[in-house]
């Protein structure tokens, strides 16, 4: 069983930052996060393996940066220039023997 702890969430105006982490009780290949906006289905936002390959939603490329520090089991995602579209709830997601892991979700939430 893999557990993940996510942290960084919160209420952030138009325009700013915000970074979220996600900490893995073991090492894992491929790490992502996803979001699922009110009434809407969830998504995935951006990917990264262990080797640093990255996958990116079309909607935050240019905005987004995840990252990992693989001595530590963790996935960081850099979120500048936020919109209000970019609220959601924040899942950090692992893949490990044809299953997937959940963490709990974090809020983010873009408003003035």
């Known amino acids: 069983q893999v557990h993940l702890v996510e942290s960084g969430g919160g209420l952030v105006q138009p325009g700013g930052s915000l970074r979220l982490s996600c900490a893995a009780s073991?090492?894992?290949?491929?790490m992502g996060w996803y979001r699922q906006a009110l009434g809407k289905q969830r998504e995935l936002v951006a990917a990264i393996t262990s080797g640093g390959v990255t996958n990116y939603a079309d909607s935050v490329k240019g905005r987004f940066t995840i990252s990992r520090d693989n001595a530590k089991n963790t996935v960081y995602l850099q979120m500048n220039s936020l919109k209000p579209e970019d609220s959601a709830v924040y899942y950090c997601?692992?893949?490990?023997?044809?299953?997937?892991?959940w963490g709990q979700g974090t809020q983010v939430t873009v408003s003035s």
């Open positions: 997601e692992a893949h490990k023997n044809f299953a997937d892991y």
């Open positions: 073991e090492s894992i290949n491929v």
